[in-house]
T-cell receptor, first 112, second 112 residues
Framework: EAQVTQNPRYLITVTGKKLTVTCSQNMNHEYMSWYRQDPGLGLRQIYYSMNVEVTDKGDVPEGYKVSRKEKRNFPLILESPSPNQTSLYFC???????????FGPGTRLTVT | KQEVTQIPAALSVPEGENLVLNCSFTDSAIYNLQWFRQDPGKGLTSLLLIQSSQREQTSGRLNASLDKSSGRSTLYIAASQPGDSATYLCAAKNFGNEKLTFGTGTRLTIIP
């Protein structure tokens, strides 16, 4: 089954404790992206990747890192999480930039 | 900078009625526009994608239109069913920009 998977689905952590949210797709997509969704603000892009070893900032990249060492994986790294990063995070992929995007199920992160 | 607006934020409709959801955008240099549905606690599911050269797209009971000159897209749902209850999001992609700009969504409730 073609899908985008994220792990973990739910995470509660404390300020400053490094964490990684994994994202994997099995559709051989070139383009991958991370979004956060907050009430009243909608979805905002954090980072995106056009190909392996190619990443770029979206609208709200501060406090986040990403890497794209393999085509199928695009982990999101929070080196020192803060409470304002409490949010619902989505990973997405598409065949290429401008094509239909497929979203993962989301990761709800709470930073206390 | 592209801005996408969806009004109303919430809509309740009796089962069986036809309905229209609205999406407005400020920058008409659109590459494509995509409609998604989001169920509570779930990820986004792509419904329809309209390229800038197209006027509309249809899938089953759904029909999406695009009018670049007026900065509007609509999602028409025919013969609504309780299973259509969800939040509907539109997202615009502009030429020369690798990201999607999302609206904040319309929460649709179909009343049995």
């Amino acid at each position: 089954e073609a899908q985008v998977t994220q792990n973990p689905r739910y995470l509660i952590t404390v300020t400053g404790k490094k964490l990684t949210v994994t994202c994997s797709q099995n559709m051989n997509h070139e383009y991958m992206s991370w979004y956060r969704q907050d009430p009243g603000l909608g979805l905002r892009q954090i980072y995106y990747s056009m190909n392996v070893e190619v990443t770029d900032k979206g609208d709200v990249p501060e406090g986040y890192k990403v890497s794209r060492k393999e085509k199928r994986n695009f982990p999101l790294i929070l080196e020192s999480p803060s409470p304002n990063q409490t949010s619902l995070y989505f990973c997405a992929s598409s065949f290429w930039d401008g094509y239909e995007q497929y979203f993962g199920p989301g990761t709800r992160l709470t930073v206390t | 900078k592209q801005e996408v607006t969806q009004i109303p934020a919430a809509l309740s409709v009796p089962e069986g009625e036809n309905l229209v959801l609205n999406c407005s955008f400020t920058d008409s240099a659109i590459y494509n526009l995509q409609w998604f549905r989001q169920d509570p606690g779930k990820g986004l599911t792509s419904l329809l994608l309209i390229q800038s050269s197209q006027r509309e797209q249809t899938s089953g009971r759904l029909n999406a239109s695009l009018d670049k000159s007026s900065g509007r897209s609509t999602l028409y749902i025919a013969a609504s069913q309780p299973g259509d209850s969800a939040t509907y999001l539109c997202a615009a992609k502009n030429f020369g920009n690798e990201k999607l700009t999302f609206g904040t969504g319309t929460r649709l409730t179909i009343i049995p």
